[in-house]
Protein backbone atom coordinates (compact mmCIF):
# COMPACT_ATOMS: atom_id res chain seq x y z
CA UNK A 1 0.00 0.00 0.00
CA UNK A 2 1.57 3.35 -1.21
CA UNK A 3 1.81 6.32 0.82
CA UNK A 4 -0.66 8.24 -0.97
CA UNK A 5 -3.36 5.14 -0.39
CA UNK A 6 -2.12 5.39 2.93
CA UNK A 7 -2.82 9.17 3.29
CA UNK A 8 -6.19 8.24 1.63
CA UNK A 9 -7.07 6.50 4.15
CA UNK A 10 -5.97 8.80 6.82
CA UNK A 11 -7.89 11.59 5.03
CA UNK A 12 -11.39 9.10 4.92
CA UNK A 13 -11.02 8.54 8.89
CA UNK A 14 -11.20 4.61 8.07
CA UNK A 15 -7.93 4.13 10.46
CA UNK A 16 -6.11 6.10 12.37
CA UNK A 17 -2.15 7.31 12.33
CA UNK A 18 -1.12 4.86 15.09
CA UNK A 19 -3.08 2.28 13.35
CA UNK A 20 -1.39 2.39 10.29
CA UNK A 21 2.49 2.77 12.32
CA UNK A 22 1.33 -0.40 13.86
CA UNK A 23 0.51 -2.17 10.91
CA UNK A 24 3.92 -0.94 9.31
CA UNK A 25 5.36 -2.78 12.07
CA UNK A 26 3.87 -5.67 11.92
CA UNK A 27 4.32 -5.55 8.14
CA UNK A 28 8.10 -5.53 8.70
CA UNK A 29 7.79 -8.51 10.91
CA UNK A 30 5.66 -10.80 9.34
CA UNK A 31 5.60 -9.50 5.43
CA UNK A 32 2.54 -9.45 3.23
CA UNK A 33 0.88 -6.14 2.58
CA UNK A 34 0.05 -3.21 4.72
CA UNK A 35 -3.95 -4.23 4.43
CA UNK A 36 -3.34 -7.65 5.05
CA UNK A 37 -1.59 -6.43 8.23
CA UNK A 38 -4.80 -3.83 9.42
CA UNK A 39 -6.89 -6.71 8.98
CA UNK A 40 -4.69 -8.67 11.13
CA UNK A 41 -4.94 -6.44 13.77
CA UNK A 42 -8.15 -6.29 13.67
CA UNK A 43 -8.16 -2.18 12.82
CA UNK A 44 -10.10 -2.99 9.38
CA UNK A 45 -12.57 -5.36 8.34
CA UNK A 46 -11.89 -7.40 5.02
CA UNK A 47 -15.03 -6.20 3.37
CA UNK A 48 -13.84 -2.42 4.38
CA UNK A 49 -10.12 -3.27 2.53
CA UNK A 50 -12.22 -4.48 -0.78
CA UNK A 51 -14.84 -1.68 -0.46
CA UNK A 52 -11.88 0.64 -0.29
CA UNK A 53 -9.98 -0.61 -3.37
CA UNK A 54 -12.92 -1.12 -5.47
CA UNK A 55 -14.38 3.18 -5.40
CA UNK A 56 -15.59 4.23 -8.54
CA UNK A 57 -15.18 7.74 -9.52
CA UNK A 58 -17.85 10.06 -8.38
CA UNK A 59 -19.66 12.49 -10.59
CA UNK A 60 -18.16 16.29 -9.92
CA UNK A 61 -20.64 18.29 -8.50
CA UNK A 62 -18.48 22.01 -9.65
CA UNK A 63 -16.15 23.13 -12.05
CA UNK A 64 -14.14 22.46 -9.02
CA UNK A 65 -14.02 19.14 -8.65
CA UNK A 66 -12.91 18.33 -12.20
CA UNK A 67 -9.96 20.19 -11.79
CA UNK A 68 -10.40 21.88 -15.16
CA UNK A 69 -10.75 25.51 -15.58
CA UNK A 70 -13.85 26.74 -16.86
CA UNK A 71 -12.53 28.43 -19.77
CA UNK A 72 -10.68 25.54 -20.71
CA UNK A 73 -14.29 23.08 -20.51
CA UNK A 74 -16.14 26.06 -22.54
CA UNK A 75 -13.52 25.96 -25.29
CA UNK A 76 -13.92 22.47 -25.21
CA UNK A 77 -17.69 22.18 -25.30
CA UNK A 78 -17.47 25.13 -28.50
CA UNK A 79 -15.30 22.94 -30.67
CA UNK A 80 -17.65 19.91 -29.70
CA UNK A 81 -21.11 22.40 -30.40
CA UNK A 82 -19.71 23.08 -34.11
CA UNK A 83 -19.84 19.79 -35.31
CA UNK A 84 -22.95 18.86 -33.38
CA UNK A 85 -25.14 21.69 -35.05
CA UNK A 86 -28.59 22.51 -32.96
CA UNK A 87 -28.11 20.68 -29.71
CA UNK A 88 -29.73 20.72 -25.76
CA UNK A 89 -27.44 20.13 -23.12
CA UNK A 90 -28.20 16.94 -21.91
CA UNK A 91 -26.67 16.26 -25.62
CA UNK A 92 -23.53 18.10 -24.48
CA UNK A 93 -22.95 16.26 -21.63
CA UNK A 94 -22.72 13.10 -23.37
CA UNK A 95 -20.15 13.83 -25.90
CA UNK A 96 -18.39 16.27 -23.05
CA UNK A 97 -19.13 13.52 -20.03
CA UNK A 98 -19.49 16.24 -17.80
CA UNK A 99 -22.69 16.79 -15.49
CA UNK A 100 -25.57 19.44 -17.09
CA UNK A 101 -24.99 21.55 -14.15
CA UNK A 102 -21.12 21.94 -14.82
CA UNK A 103 -21.70 22.63 -18.45
CA UNK A 104 -24.33 25.11 -17.93
CA UNK A 105 -21.80 27.11 -16.49
CA UNK A 106 -19.57 27.39 -19.85
CA UNK A 107 -23.06 27.53 -22.11
CA UNK A 108 -23.33 30.86 -20.10
CA UNK A 109 -20.10 32.02 -21.16
CA UNK A 110 -20.23 30.95 -24.13
CA UNK A 111 -23.85 33.08 -24.43
CA UNK A 112 -22.51 36.35 -22.71
CA UNK A 113 -19.69 36.05 -25.59
CA UNK A 114 -22.42 35.29 -28.34
CA UNK A 115 -20.65 32.38 -29.49
CA UNK A 116 -23.57 30.65 -29.40
CA UNK A 117 -27.41 31.25 -28.68
CA UNK A 118 -30.89 29.82 -28.37
CA UNK A 119 -32.41 28.63 -31.18
CA UNK A 120 -35.55 27.87 -29.43
CA UNK A 121 -37.06 25.85 -26.52
CA UNK A 122 -40.45 23.80 -25.91
CA UNK A 123 -40.80 25.38 -21.83
CA UNK A 124 -38.89 27.65 -19.60
CA UNK A 125 -36.30 25.19 -18.64
CA UNK A 126 -33.10 25.77 -19.80
CA UNK A 127 -32.57 21.48 -20.45
CA UNK A 128 -34.95 22.05 -23.07
CA UNK A 129 -33.44 25.11 -24.86
CA UNK A 130 -32.05 24.47 -28.37
CA UNK A 131 -28.65 25.90 -28.98
CA UNK A 132 -26.27 26.52 -31.99
CA UNK A 133 -23.53 27.86 -32.54
CA UNK A 134 -23.22 31.77 -33.88
CA UNK A 135 -20.57 32.83 -36.88
CA UNK A 136 -18.32 34.32 -34.45
CA UNK A 137 -19.01 30.67 -32.45
CA UNK A 138 -17.72 28.73 -35.82
CA UNK A 139 -14.71 31.19 -36.05
CA UNK A 140 -13.47 31.01 -32.63
CA UNK A 141 -13.97 27.21 -32.97
CA UNK A 142 -11.91 26.76 -36.03
CA UNK A 143 -9.00 29.08 -34.38
CA UNK A 144 -9.57 26.73 -31.08
CA UNK A 145 -8.98 23.64 -33.38
CA UNK A 146 -5.79 24.80 -34.85
CA UNK A 147 -4.51 25.08 -31.43
CA UNK A 148 -5.66 21.51 -30.59
CA UNK A 149 -8.16 19.34 -32.25
CA UNK A 150 -8.81 17.36 -29.37
CA UNK A 151 -13.19 16.44 -29.30
CA UNK A 152 -13.62 13.77 -26.71
CA UNK A 153 -14.49 13.46 -23.44
CA UNK A 154 -13.34 16.39 -21.13
CA UNK A 155 -10.15 15.21 -19.38
CA UNK A 156 -8.56 13.97 -16.13
CA UNK A 157 -6.19 15.59 -14.12
CA UNK A 158 -3.11 14.25 -13.01
CA UNK A 159 -3.81 14.52 -9.35
CA UNK A 160 -6.99 12.32 -10.32
CA UNK A 161 -5.16 9.33 -12.42
CA UNK A 162 -2.49 9.00 -9.80
CA UNK A 163 -4.52 8.77 -7.33
CA UNK A 164 -7.32 5.55 -9.49
CA UNK A 165 -4.25 3.84 -10.02
CA UNK A 166 -2.95 3.81 -6.39
CA UNK A 167 -6.63 2.90 -5.68
CA UNK A 168 -6.58 -0.04 -8.24
CA UNK A 169 -3.12 -0.78 -7.68
CA UNK A 170 -1.62 -4.35 -9.37
CA UNK A 171 -0.20 -4.30 -5.86
CA UNK A 172 -3.16 -4.67 -4.11
CA UNK A 173 -4.63 -7.95 -6.02
CA UNK A 174 -5.46 -11.30 -4.39
CA UNK A 175 -5.41 -14.36 -6.33
CA UNK A 176 -6.05 -17.96 -4.44
CA UNK A 177 -5.01 -21.58 -5.84
CA UNK A 178 -8.30 -22.44 -7.01
CA UNK A 179 -8.62 -19.20 -8.66
CA UNK A 180 -4.82 -20.07 -10.78
CA UNK A 181 -5.81 -23.38 -10.96
CA UNK A 182 -8.86 -22.84 -13.22
CA UNK A 183 -7.37 -20.35 -15.31
CA UNK A 184 -4.79 -22.72 -16.37
CA UNK A 185 -6.66 -25.82 -16.44
CA UNK A 186 -7.32 -24.93 -20.43
CA UNK A 187 -3.54 -26.06 -20.71
CA UNK A 188 -1.22 -29.21 -20.33
CA UNK A 189 1.10 -27.39 -16.97
CA UNK A 190 2.07 -29.58 -14.33
CA UNK A 191 0.80 -28.29 -10.32
CA UNK A 192 3.94 -27.84 -9.46
CA UNK A 193 4.47 -25.28 -12.11
CA UNK A 194 1.13 -23.56 -11.37
CA UNK A 195 2.04 -23.42 -7.69
CA UNK A 196 5.27 -21.77 -8.74
CA UNK A 197 3.09 -19.00 -10.98
CA UNK A 198 0.51 -18.57 -8.28
CA UNK A 199 2.54 -16.85 -6.18
CA UNK A 200 4.33 -14.63 -8.97
CA UNK A 201 1.48 -13.43 -10.23
CA UNK A 202 -0.53 -12.67 -6.01
CA UNK A 203 2.92 -10.67 -5.82
CA UNK A 204 2.33 -8.44 -8.61
CA UNK A 205 5.84 -8.14 -8.92
CA UNK A 206 7.94 -8.12 -12.55
CA UNK A 207 8.72 -11.70 -14.01
CA UNK A 208 10.78 -13.69 -16.30
CA UNK A 209 9.55 -16.31 -18.31
CA UNK A 210 12.31 -18.51 -20.00
CA UNK A 211 13.23 -21.73 -21.72
CA UNK A 212 13.24 -23.50 -25.25
CA UNK A 213 11.15 -22.05 -27.95
CA UNK A 214 7.47 -23.37 -28.68
CA UNK A 215 6.69 -24.64 -24.99
CA UNK A 216 4.18 -22.18 -23.57
CA UNK A 217 5.18 -18.80 -22.84
CA UNK A 218 3.46 -16.56 -24.31
CA UNK A 219 0.34 -18.78 -24.11
CA UNK A 220 1.20 -18.79 -20.09
CA UNK A 221 1.91 -15.23 -20.20
CA UNK A 222 -1.34 -14.51 -21.67
CA UNK A 223 -3.26 -17.12 -19.23
CA UNK A 224 -1.80 -14.62 -16.09
CA UNK A 225 -4.22 -12.14 -17.61
CA UNK A 226 -6.61 -14.09 -16.78
CA UNK A 227 -6.06 -14.52 -13.67
CA UNK A 228 -5.95 -10.96 -12.73
CA UNK A 229 -8.89 -9.84 -10.83
CA UNK A 230 -11.93 -7.16 -11.23
CA UNK A 231 -12.14 -3.99 -13.19
CA UNK A 232 -10.10 -1.07 -13.12
CA UNK A 233 -11.34 2.88 -14.21
CA UNK A 234 -9.25 4.51 -17.03
CA UNK A 235 -9.24 7.96 -18.28
CA UNK A 236 -10.57 8.83 -21.55
CA UNK A 237 -8.00 11.81 -21.79
CA UNK A 238 -5.17 13.43 -19.42
CA UNK A 239 -4.73 17.14 -19.11
CA UNK A 240 -1.23 17.89 -18.13
CA UNK A 241 0.26 20.96 -18.36
CA UNK A 242 -2.53 22.34 -21.21
CA UNK A 243 -1.45 19.70 -23.16
CA UNK A 244 -4.10 16.36 -23.84
CA UNK A 245 -2.68 13.16 -23.61
CA UNK A 246 -5.36 10.54 -25.21
CA UNK A 247 -5.41 6.97 -22.76
CA UNK A 248 -8.23 4.77 -23.32
CA UNK A 249 -7.37 2.71 -26.40
CA UNK A 250 -10.03 0.34 -27.82
CA UNK A 251 -7.20 -1.99 -28.56
CA UNK A 252 -6.06 -2.70 -25.09
CA UNK A 253 -8.84 -1.52 -23.25
CA UNK A 254 -11.57 -4.32 -23.31
CA UNK A 255 -15.11 -2.08 -21.66
CA UNK A 256 -17.05 -3.89 -19.15
CA UNK A 257 -20.90 -2.66 -19.27
CA UNK A 258 -22.20 -0.71 -15.74
CA UNK A 259 -23.21 -2.93 -13.29
CA UNK A 260 -27.11 -2.04 -12.82
CA UNK A 261 -26.58 -0.97 -9.01
CA UNK A 262 -26.60 2.50 -7.09
CA UNK A 263 -23.18 2.77 -6.75
CA UNK A 264 -22.18 2.24 -10.32
CA UNK A 265 -25.32 3.85 -11.96
CA UNK A 266 -23.75 5.95 -14.54
CA UNK A 267 -25.50 9.01 -13.27
CA UNK A 268 -23.49 8.51 -10.13
CA UNK A 269 -19.87 7.80 -11.96
CA UNK A 270 -17.45 10.43 -13.60
CA UNK A 271 -18.17 9.89 -17.11
CA UNK A 272 -14.62 10.73 -18.32
CA UNK A 273 -13.77 7.39 -17.08
CA UNK A 274 -14.53 3.74 -18.79
CA UNK A 275 -14.38 0.92 -16.99
CA UNK A 276 -12.22 -2.11 -18.37
CA UNK A 277 -10.83 -5.21 -17.83
CA UNK A 278 -7.82 -4.83 -16.28
CA UNK A 279 -5.48 -4.27 -19.33
CA UNK A 280 -3.06 -6.82 -21.30
CA UNK A 281 -1.04 -5.12 -23.29
CA UNK A 282 1.50 -7.19 -25.65
CA UNK A 283 4.86 -5.78 -27.46
CA UNK A 284 7.06 -8.40 -29.16
CA UNK A 285 9.55 -7.38 -31.95
CA UNK A 286 7.80 -4.69 -32.85
CA UNK A 287 8.80 -2.66 -29.90
CA UNK A 288 10.84 0.24 -29.82
CA UNK A 289 12.12 2.72 -27.32
CA UNK A 290 9.74 5.70 -28.82
CA UNK A 291 6.86 3.45 -28.16
CA UNK A 292 7.61 3.55 -24.37
CA UNK A 293 7.38 7.56 -24.65
CA UNK A 294 4.60 10.23 -25.12
CA UNK A 295 3.60 9.96 -28.79
CA UNK A 296 2.89 13.79 -30.24
CA UNK A 297 0.71 13.92 -33.16
CA UNK A 298 1.58 17.54 -34.62
CA UNK A 299 -1.50 17.59 -36.57
CA UNK A 300 -3.81 16.90 -33.96
CA UNK A 301 -1.50 19.24 -31.02
CA UNK A 302 -2.12 16.13 -28.79
CA UNK A 303 -0.30 13.10 -27.34
CA UNK A 304 -0.81 9.34 -27.23
CA UNK A 305 0.33 7.76 -24.22
CA UNK A 306 2.49 4.93 -24.32
CA UNK A 307 2.50 1.25 -23.86
CA UNK A 308 3.18 0.80 -20.59
CA UNK A 309 0.68 3.93 -19.69
CA UNK A 310 -2.26 2.36 -21.15
CA UNK A 311 -1.13 -0.90 -19.37
CA UNK A 312 -1.57 0.51 -15.64
CA UNK A 313 -3.32 -1.77 -13.13
CA UNK A 314 -3.05 -4.52 -15.47
CA UNK A 315 -0.78 -6.57 -17.81
CA UNK A 316 2.45 -5.71 -19.75
CA UNK A 317 4.11 -8.41 -21.62
CA UNK A 318 7.38 -7.80 -23.15
CA UNK A 319 7.39 -11.16 -25.72
CA UNK A 320 10.50 -12.55 -27.59
CA UNK A 321 12.46 -9.84 -25.15
CA UNK A 322 15.83 -10.07 -26.89
CA UNK A 323 14.30 -9.81 -30.49
CA UNK A 324 13.55 -6.27 -30.16
CA UNK A 325 14.52 -3.42 -33.22
CA UNK A 326 16.42 -1.99 -29.93
CA UNK A 327 19.49 -3.26 -27.82
CA UNK A 328 17.79 -5.01 -24.90
CA UNK A 329 20.25 -3.18 -22.68
CA UNK A 330 18.26 0.06 -23.51
CA UNK A 331 15.06 -0.76 -22.74
CA UNK A 332 16.63 -1.90 -19.03
CA UNK A 333 18.32 0.99 -18.88
CA UNK A 334 15.06 3.01 -19.58
CA UNK A 335 12.56 0.29 -17.16
CA UNK A 336 15.38 0.11 -14.18
CA UNK A 337 13.62 2.91 -11.84
CA UNK A 338 10.12 1.91 -13.32
CA UNK A 339 10.68 -1.32 -11.78
CA UNK A 340 12.25 -0.50 -8.35
CA UNK A 341 10.33 2.87 -7.26
CA UNK A 342 6.86 1.87 -9.61
CA UNK A 343 7.14 5.46 -11.15
CA UNK A 344 7.76 6.64 -14.86
CA UNK A 345 8.66 10.30 -16.17
CA UNK A 346 7.37 11.78 -19.26
CA UNK A 347 8.62 14.37 -21.33
CA UNK A 348 6.32 16.87 -23.56
CA UNK A 349 7.88 18.81 -26.56
CA UNK A 350 7.40 21.88 -24.73
CA UNK A 351 10.12 20.29 -22.20
CA UNK A 352 7.95 19.84 -19.44
CA UNK A 353 8.88 16.41 -17.32
CA UNK A 354 6.31 14.75 -15.14
CA UNK A 355 5.65 11.43 -13.08
CA UNK A 356 3.41 9.26 -13.46
CA UNK A 357 2.78 5.37 -11.78
CA UNK A 358 4.10 2.46 -12.97
CA UNK A 359 1.63 0.12 -11.85
CA UNK A 360 1.20 -3.25 -14.02
CA UNK A 361 2.52 -6.76 -13.68
CA UNK A 362 5.34 -6.70 -16.20
CA UNK A 363 6.50 -10.13 -17.85
CA UNK A 364 9.03 -10.53 -19.73
CA UNK A 365 9.06 -13.89 -22.05
CA UNK A 366 12.21 -15.12 -24.05
CA UNK A 367 13.97 -18.00 -25.39
CA UNK A 368 17.15 -17.00 -25.01
CA UNK A 369 19.19 -17.20 -21.63
CA UNK A 370 18.38 -14.75 -18.69
CA UNK A 371 22.36 -13.79 -18.45
CA UNK A 372 22.70 -13.20 -22.15
CA UNK A 373 20.60 -10.47 -22.13
CA UNK A 374 20.61 -8.64 -18.90
CA UNK A 375 23.49 -8.07 -16.35
CA UNK A 376 22.89 -8.70 -12.69
CA UNK A 377 21.65 -5.16 -11.49
CA UNK A 378 18.81 -5.91 -13.22
CA UNK A 379 17.75 -9.10 -12.81
CA UNK A 380 17.96 -8.31 -9.21
CA UNK A 381 15.01 -6.19 -10.02
CA UNK A 382 13.22 -9.36 -11.36
CA UNK A 383 11.67 -11.24 -8.43
CA UNK A 384 10.59 -14.34 -9.79
CA UNK A 385 12.58 -15.99 -13.02
CA UNK A 386 10.12 -19.24 -14.22
CA UNK A 387 11.77 -21.53 -16.76
CA UNK A 388 9.02 -23.22 -19.13
CA UNK A 389 11.01 -26.50 -20.01
CA UNK A 390 10.29 -28.77 -22.89
CA UNK A 391 7.33 -31.21 -21.66
CA UNK A 392 7.48 -34.67 -20.35
CA UNK A 393 6.42 -37.88 -23.05
CA UNK A 394 3.64 -37.67 -20.77
CA UNK A 395 2.54 -34.07 -21.05
CA UNK A 396 3.08 -34.58 -24.94
CA UNK A 397 0.58 -37.24 -25.04
CA UNK A 398 -1.65 -35.25 -23.16
CA UNK A 399 -1.60 -32.53 -25.11
CA UNK A 400 -1.43 -34.40 -28.48
CA UNK A 401 -4.67 -35.79 -27.19
CA UNK A 402 -6.44 -32.72 -26.48
CA UNK A 403 -5.22 -31.30 -29.66
CA UNK A 404 -7.03 -34.05 -31.57
CA UNK A 405 -10.24 -34.15 -29.80
CA UNK A 406 -10.22 -29.90 -30.38
CA UNK A 407 -10.22 -30.59 -34.08
CA UNK A 408 -12.55 -33.60 -33.66
CA UNK A 409 -9.70 -36.06 -35.07
CA UNK A 410 -9.70 -39.63 -33.10
CA UNK A 411 -6.66 -39.68 -31.44
CA UNK A 412 -4.73 -43.55 -32.58
CA UNK A 413 -2.30 -44.92 -30.06
CA UNK A 414 -1.05 -47.00 -32.50
CA UNK A 415 -0.40 -43.68 -34.86
CA UNK A 416 0.72 -42.21 -32.01
CA UNK A 417 3.60 -44.74 -31.24
CA UNK A 418 4.75 -44.49 -34.67
CA UNK A 419 4.85 -40.51 -34.81
CA UNK A 420 7.31 -41.10 -31.60
CA UNK A 421 9.33 -44.10 -32.47
CA UNK A 422 9.99 -43.34 -36.17
CA UNK A 423 10.46 -39.56 -35.47
CA UNK A 424 11.15 -38.03 -32.21
CA UNK A 425 13.14 -41.42 -30.95
CA UNK A 426 14.59 -42.03 -34.52
CA UNK A 427 15.82 -38.21 -35.12
CA UNK A 428 16.31 -37.78 -31.41
CA UNK A 429 13.49 -34.96 -31.71
CA UNK A 430 12.76 -32.74 -28.35
CA UNK A 431 9.13 -32.70 -27.31
CA UNK A 432 8.12 -29.18 -27.72
CA UNK A 433 4.46 -27.78 -26.91
CA UNK A 434 3.58 -26.81 -30.03
CA UNK A 435 4.87 -29.77 -32.04
CA UNK A 436 0.95 -31.44 -31.63
CA UNK A 437 -1.22 -28.46 -32.52
CA UNK A 438 1.56 -28.05 -36.08
CA UNK A 439 1.27 -31.40 -36.99
CA UNK A 440 -2.43 -31.85 -36.50
CA UNK A 441 -3.04 -28.86 -38.52
CA UNK A 442 -0.29 -30.33 -40.99
CA UNK A 443 -3.15 -33.67 -41.40
CA UNK A 444 -6.40 -31.34 -41.89
CA UNK A 445 -4.02 -29.54 -44.68
CA UNK A 446 -3.60 -32.36 -46.26
CA UNK A 447 -7.17 -33.77 -46.06
CA UNK A 448 -8.13 -30.66 -46.98
CA UNK A 449 -6.48 -30.65 -50.36
CA UNK A 450 -8.02 -34.46 -51.19
CA UNK A 451 -11.47 -33.19 -49.96
CA UNK A 452 -11.02 -36.10 -46.77
CA UNK A 453 -12.14 -36.10 -43.78
CA UNK A 454 -8.95 -35.59 -41.60
CA UNK A 455 -7.47 -38.38 -39.73
CA UNK A 456 -4.61 -39.75 -37.91
CA UNK A 457 -2.89 -42.96 -40.46
CA UNK A 458 0.52 -43.20 -41.27
CA UNK A 459 0.88 -41.48 -44.10
CA UNK A 460 -0.67 -38.26 -42.63
CA UNK A 461 1.44 -38.42 -39.72
CA UNK A 462 4.68 -39.00 -41.61
CA UNK A 463 3.31 -36.24 -44.17
CA UNK A 464 3.27 -33.82 -41.36
CA UNK A 465 6.67 -34.94 -40.23
CA UNK A 466 8.30 -34.68 -43.43
CA UNK A 467 7.14 -31.15 -43.85
CA UNK A 468 7.53 -30.00 -40.21
CA UNK A 469 10.86 -30.89 -39.34
CA UNK A 470 14.39 -29.26 -40.67
CA UNK A 471 17.12 -31.25 -40.75
CA UNK A 472 16.04 -33.96 -38.85
Known amino acids: MSRIVSQQMLNKQIVSKEQLNEASNRQRMHGGRLGQNLVALGYISEDQLDSFFK ?39 KRIGLPVNILDEAIELLRREKLIEVRGASQFVKTSFNFVATATGKRIAGELMEICRYVGPAPVVLEDYKEMVENQSIQNITVDEAVVQAAFSHIVISDHMVNRLGPAISSGAPMFIY ?84 EFNSIAKIYEAPLQMKANNGLFIIDDFGRQQMDPQSLLNRWIINLDRQIDFMSMHTGMKFEIPFDQL ?42 CEMNRIEFKPDIYEHLLEHWYRRHNIAFNACHPRDLVAHVTDLARFFDERPELHRASIDHACENYFVDV
Not at 369 to 395: C, G, M, Q, S
Open 55 to 93: RTPPAPETVEETGLDLNFIADLSLKHIVSMGEFRLGDLS
Open 211 to 294: GPAGNGKTTIAETIGQVLPGTVFVPHALYVGGQIITVFDPVNHVVVAELPDDETAPGNIDQRWVRVQRPIVMAGGELTLRMLDL
Open 362 to 403: VIFATNLEPKTLVDEAFLRRIRYKIKIEHPTEAEFKQIFERV
